[in-house]
């Protein structure tokens, strides 16, 4: 589950 919180952080700032 927390791996799911470490994914979005990491996303985002691929997004970015």
Do not use: D, N
Not at 1 to 12: D, K, P, Q, R, Y
């Amino acid at each position: 589950m927390c791996s799911l919180s470490h994914f979005g952080l990491l996303s985002a700032f691929l997004q970015f």
